[in-house]
């Protein structure tokens, strides 16, 4: 049976629905409002519950990604669905730890989850928190059931997670306090990590956006951008450029930048992540 529900709640007041799609920690939601006639109109109702998730959500048939999210009405939630209309609670904001490990006296405060994607085997979470005083990335293990931090935001943007194809390294987007964009990798079999910014690229004024692995899970391209809002704030004029394509080993290090015509050509497998909304201009002269 193919699961087309993340989940549903029956309750007094009526049913609600969490239909999947193919695009992960995105929902439609319907409430089919309060039943008083017992079983049989319940049942109508769940009925055209099933009609809408498969005539509105097709895409959601052939998802393979969406089992394990965070809960759309309750973001201190991550939930795992069960077949057919059933869900069961992984992890809850309130088993997290509430300071950094490297940093003690840096504390989250009341902490949501933010951002989720699933190891490639499905046996391990990356999570971004958004914290009330601090923001963090983290690693949950299923089988084990342990936590590991992996990086603290301070009063900065902990973004999405990306893993590599063989579920080794994950790839964290992340915001400082001034707004620019860097991205951090982390190696779970030295678990170690490196991060990548502006300034490791002798240019502190870009912006590293939107990373994703290559097939072989050793090199992580991402979109380059000119933060001209940091330039603003340092009295310095915006300079109109198009973004590019940047690329890095595993250990962020070989740094390589392309417009993105060039990288399109020399890659033809490496497609341009699909999240981007608009595809990346060609380098501009």
């Known amino acids: 049976m193919i699961n087309i529900f993340r989940f549903l709640q029956i309750g007094d007041s009526g049913i609600r629905l969490f239909c999947k799609n193919s695009l992960p920690l995105r929902f439609a939601q319907t409430v089919l409002g309060p039943y008083k006639n017992g079983a049989d109109l319940l049942r109508k109702k769940a009925l055209w519950a099933i009609v809408f998730c ?28 069960v077949i057919p209309f059933e869900s069961e ?15 003690p006296n840096a504390v989250f405060g009341t902490q949501i989850f933010s951002h989720l994607e699933v190891s490639p085997d499905g046996q391990a ?8 005083l601090s923001d963090w990335s983290g690693l949950y293990f299923l089988a084990t059931k342990t936590l590991r931090q992996v990086s603290l935001s301070f009063d900065a943007k902990a973004l999405a997670p990306h893993w590599a194809i063989d579920g080794q390294r994950v790839v964290f987007e992340q915001e400082d306090s001034g707004r620019r964009h860097f991205i951090e990798i982390y190696d779970l079999g030295t678990e170690g990590s490196c991060r990548f910014d502006g300034r490791l690229a002798k240019n502190k004024y870009l912006d590293f956006l939107k990373p994703w692995w290559n097939g072989a899970g050793d090199k992580v391209y991402f979109e ?62």
């Open 54 to 81: 498969i005539l509105l959500w097709p895409a959601a048939l052939w998802s393979n990604d969406g089992s394990i999210f965070i809960d759309p009405g309750d973001p201190t939630l991550i939930r795992r669905a």
């Open 89 to 103: 609670i992984l992890l809850r904001a309130s088993e997290l730890p509430t300071h950094s490990e490297a940093h």
């Open 125 to 132: 979470l990356a999570f971004s928190v958004d914290g009330s």
């Open 224 to 285: 380059v951008h000119i933060n001209n809002a940091y330039r603003r704030s340092l009295g310095l004029k915006p300079i109109k450029a198009a973004p590019r394509v940047g690329e890095i080993d595993a250990q962020c290090r070989n740094f390589i930048l392309r417009g993105a015509q060039k990288f399109t050509a020399e890659f033809p497998a490496e497609t341009l992540p699909q999240e981007s909304e608009t595809p990346l201009p060609e380098e501009m002269p």
